[in-house]
């Protein structure tokens, strides 16, 4: 009996079959469960927190969806997982990522089943991966020279990005905004420079780019309301010492006559702090902490416009926006690198005032103001544009660009079809399940259109074997389309992280023949 009592009492221990039955059920729920949002008719799924606030999520972006989920099954977690890594990496493709591996898996199941050792699945799966990325290589576009040509990419793209989400219907007008932002970047990838404001009321339709800044706080009482030619001190201290904190400081006087005078000693503090503020020639004053209305009067009389609890997220980008830094001491002023900006004024959206910049000088930084009809859609109106925005800022670096719709699937499991007929042994049986999982995502395109996807893949294979056909699902006439003509394009850079990603990732779930769980902490009676 000693042998049963290695683990502790309440561990389980799941060996050989059982473990890899668990993980393979598990990872294909998870698959299964994000597989109806992928496409341009997939759907969306509501998550229901049951946490304080009952926080209702409408989404069809894989990532939030699994990023949303509690699971106990070790091997879903490794699937959630690339699908985080693939929205941080290059932001979409996070449901294709899921499928893809979930599919993989699914294959790799019934060849476990017919007794190939995973090892040997593994490696044929890496070949396999190998080959059909060299495949889709070949077959590439790079419009990179060509301005106007590699706009219209950019547009194609962000289209087809933006065609499975909710903005579909305005999707020419927001594939527009997200090109002529990614644009102003110049190349670099930092998303920070984009920022983006939710203000609900009017419709989507109704959402804007604008080239400045926009700060979503309101200008201080007896301020100016607009300053031109604005330099501007984008600070992070504290504007709040002008009265003794009550709850704070412990003072003994003797009479009441010294509070006084230590209140007057701590104005003093503050009218030197605000005068080394203003010695620096500023006339805008940004500060991230609160500022009271003592120093608030102080620089209302100096004329200076003072912004108090600018968020840090704010501060910093403005910071980046106006070429200035983030001071937090005053006493030399020369050393201090102030911002520039053309001019400050207020504007109005919607029943709310706020700040803009304009002319600043970063180029690069613009505002996206989202318009919508409730806060769901407005969070999923987001979600979806930094989607966008992030394959188009990765498009601009790696300028590679295949055709969508099902299209780089099919081309790879043409190729990767080949390899398994000239492979001997039993990884050409890994193989070829390999270029099966592949037709995995057009057939998911076709089903959640409601098509015929048996149907429509036999057909699209055929299209397939004439020499550089662009055949792929168009869902929209129900049938095989000409996915050039249609203008459906996707990033490279994604395709090929959709494809390493899962296959690393059904290796990994692949490697696992035992899977053991610890005892639950037990919880000790306080009483």
Same mark, same amino acid.
């Given at each position: 009996?000693?042998?049963?009592?290695?683990?502790?009492?309440?561990?389980?221990?799941?060996?050989?079959?059982?473990?890899?039955?668990?993980?393979?059920?598990?990872?294909?729920?998870?698959?299964?469960?994000?597989?109806?949002?992928?496409?341009?008719?997939?759907?969306?799924?509501?998550?229901?927190?049951?946490?304080?606030?009952?926080?209702?999520?409408?989404?069809?972006?894989?990532?939030?969806?699994?990023?949303?989920?509690?699971?106990?099954?070790?091997?879903?977690?490794?699937?959630?997982?690339?699908?985080?890594?693939?929205?941080?990496?290059?932001?979409?493709?996070?449901?294709?990522?899921?499928?893809?591996?979930?599919?993989?898996?699914?294959?790799?199941?019934?060849?476990?089943?017919?007794?190939?050792?995973?090892?040997?699945?593994?490696?044929?799966?890496?070949?396999?991966?190998?080959?059909?990325?060299?495949?889709?290589?070949?077959?590439?576009?790079?419009?990179?020279?060509?301005?106007?040509?590699?706009?219209?990419?950019?547009?194609?793209?962000?289209?087809?990005?933006l065609s499975s989400k909710i903005l579909s219907q305005d999707k020419e007008h927001f594939a527009k905004l997200a090109v002529h932002a990614v644009m102003r970047l110049k190349g670099s990838t930092n998303l920070e420079a984009i920022q983006i404001i939710k203000k609900p009321g009017g419709s989507l339709k109704d959402s804007f780019l604008d080239e400045g800044f926009i700060l979503d706080k309101k200008i201080g009482?007896?301020?100016?309301?607009?300053?031109?030619?604005?330099?501007?001190?984008?600070?992070?201290?504290?504007?709040?010492?002008?009265?003794v904190k009550i709850y704070g400081a412990r003072v003994r006087v003797d009479s009441m006559s010294k509070v006084v005078d230590i209140e007057g000693a701590e104005k003093e503090k503050m009218r030197e702090k605000v005068q080394k503020i203003i010695a620096h020639g500023i006339n805008c004053f940004v500060n991230r902490q609160l500022i009271y209305n003592f120093p608030e009067e102080l620089f209302a009389d100096a004329g200076v416009l003072a912004i108090e609890h600018a968020d840090f997220d704010g501060i910093e980008r403005l910071a980046l926006v106006t070429g200035g830094e983030i001071a937090s001491t005053f006493d030399n002023p020369e050393l201090v690198k102030l911002g520039h900006c053309n001019l400050i004024e207020e504007i109005m959206i919607g029943e709310d005032k706020l700040i803009h910049f304009s002319g600043v000088e970063m180029g690069q930084a613009?505002? %996206?103001?989202?318009?919508? !009809?409730?806060?769901?859609? +407005? @969070?999923? =109106? #987001?979600?979806?544009?930094?989607?966008?925005?992030?394959?188009?800022?990765?498009?601009?670096?790696?300028?590679?660009?295949?055709?969508?719709?099902?299209?780089?699937?099919?081309?790879?499991?043409?190729?990767?079809?080949?390899?398994?007929?000239?492979?001997?042994?039993?990884?050409?049986?890994?193989?070829?399940?390999?270029?099966?999982?592949?037709?995995? %995502?057009?057939?998911?395109? !076709?089903?959640?259109?409601? +098509? @015929?996807? =048996? #149907?429509?893949?036999?057909?699209?294979?055929?299209?397939?074997?004439?020499?550089?056909?662009?055949?792929?699902?168009?869902?929209?006439?129900?049938?095989?389309?000409?996915?050039?003509e249609l203008g459906i394009s996707e990033s490279f850079k994604v395709k090929q992280a959709v494809l390493l990603s899962a296959t690393e990732a059904a290796e990994m779930i692949l490697r696992v023949d035992d899977i053991i769980t610890c005892a639950p902490r037990k919880r000790e009676d306080r009483m």
């Open positions: 009996m000693a042998v049963d009592k290695l683990l502790k009492d309440e561990a389980t221990e799941e060996k050989g079959e059982r473990a890899r039955m668990a993980s393979f059920v598990g990872a294909m729920a998870i698959a299964d469960l994000v597989k109806t949002t992928l496409g341009p008719k997939g759907m969306d799924k509501i998550l229901q927190s049951t946490g304080r606030g009952n926080s209702v999520m409408v989404t069809n972006d894989g990532a939030t969806i699994l990023k949303s989920l509690h699971i106990e099954n070790p091997a879903a977690k490794v699937l959630v997982d690339i699908s985080k890594v693939q929205d941080d990496e290059v932001g979409d493709g996070t449901t294709s990522v899921v499928v893809l591996a979930g599919e993989l898996l699914r294959e790799a199941e019934k060849l476990v089943a017919t007794k190939i050792h995973p090892m040997t699945i593994i490696s044929g799966y890496r070949l396999a991966a190998e080959y059909a990325r060299n495949a889709l290589l070949q077959k590439v576009m790079d419009n990179k020279e060509d301005e106007e040509k590699f706009k219209s990419d950019l547009m194609k793209i962000a289209m087809t990005s009482i007896g301020q100016p309301k607009r300053i031109e030619n604005a330099k501007i001190l984008v600070a992070n201290t504290a504007m709040d010492t002008d009265k613009c505002t %996206i103001i989202l318009r919508g !009809a409730s806060f769901h859609v +407005l @969070d999923e =109106a #987001e979600r979806s544009l930094h989607d966008a925005l992030c394959v188009l800022s990765q498009t601009v670096n790696d300028s590679r660009v295949v055709l969508g719709g099902g299209w780089p699937e099919m081309v790879m499991a043409k190729a990767v079809d080949e390899l398994a007929r000239t492979t001997p042994g039993k990884k050409s049986n890994a193989i070829e399940a390999f270029s099966r999982a592949l037709l995995a %995502i057009p057939t998911t395109i !076709a089903d959640n259109a409601g +098509l @015929d996807s =048996a #149907e429509l893949i036999a057909k699209l294979r055929a299209e397939h074997h004439k020499e550089g056909s662009p055949a792929g699902i168009d869902v929209i006439s129900r049938s095989v389309g000409d996915m050039a």
